[in-house]
């Protein structure tokens, strides 16, 4: 997603051009999640409010980027990676627990960071949708990994024996739609509960699919 202008090149300011646009790039990115993310979001943006935004000119949003969907594309994906770095952490950090504490750390990491900032939400859950095909593959695409990420977690839990053997893959990918509209919904103002009990009825859901009723732990 390279712009359309070609960017200066040599040091400046005591600053390499690698380091100078990567300054320019974050600073774009920074003003698009504001707003993208408030007001007047994606589809009432202009490129000059953004650059104006960002504090630099036109010429140096064409030179990091072609358009404005392409702004959308790189911000979309790095709120989904804040999230999977926040829930590989905490991954790493309950290694160990039972299942029940684990999936809550788990999910604590995940809720905590995507609702730290109501932009982000808005920017994965609402902007991105129904932009062009080029994004709704992206969207899905990131959806498909964190169904990815549950299956094989609940694949290594079956494997210890704490949950049900099964394939996960349609159940992950209804709870992915569940956790999705949930914290929409709630960062929103429209779910009348606190970010602990949403968290802690998404992990009745997820407990419920992997041990269903009738199911003990350790059994075939």
Same mark, same amino acid.
């Given at each position: ?22 300054? #320019?790039?974050?600073?774009? !990115? ?43 594309? &790189?911000?979309? !994906? ?8 926040? &829930? ?40 991105? &949708?129904?932009?062009?095909?080029? !994004? ?5 695409? #990131?959806?498909?990994?964190? &169904? ?53 009825? !998404? ?18």
């Amino acid at each position: 997603m390279t712009g359309r202008l070609r960017a200066p090149t040599g040091r400046y300011g005591g600053r390499s051009a690698e380091e100078r646009q990567a300054e #320019r790039r974050a600073r774009f !990115l920074a003003a698009a999640l504001r707003l993208f993310g408030e007001t007047p979001g994606y589809r009432g943006t202009t490129v000059a409010a953004l650059s104006e935004a960002a504090g630099l000119s036109t010429r140096q949003f064409y030179e990091e980027f072609r358009t404005l969907e392409d702004v959308l594309a &790189v911000l979309h !994906l790095q709120v989904n990676d804040w999230a999977e770095e926040a &829930v590989v952490a905490a991954f790493a950090a309950a290694e160990g627990l039972p299942l029940a504490e684990r999936v809550t750390a788990i999910f604590r990491a995940y809720a905590g960071d995507v609702t730290a900032d109501p932009r982000r939400i808005r920017i994965t859950f609402v902007e991105i &949708v129904g932009v062009s095909p080029r !994004l709704e593959e992206q969207r899905l695409e #990131r959806r498909a990994r964190w &169904v990815e990420l549950i299956c094989a977690e609940a694949t290594a839990a079956a494997d210890r024996g704490e949950a049900v053997p099964r394939d996960y893959r349609l159940a992950a990918t209804a709870f992915i739609g569940s956790v999705n509209g949930l914290l929409h919904d709630w960062s929103a103002g429209r779910v009348a509960a606190t970010l602990d009990e949403v968290v802690d009825e !998404l992990v009745r859901q997820l407990l419920g699919i992997l041990r269903p009723s009738g199911w003990e732990p350790g059994r075939p």
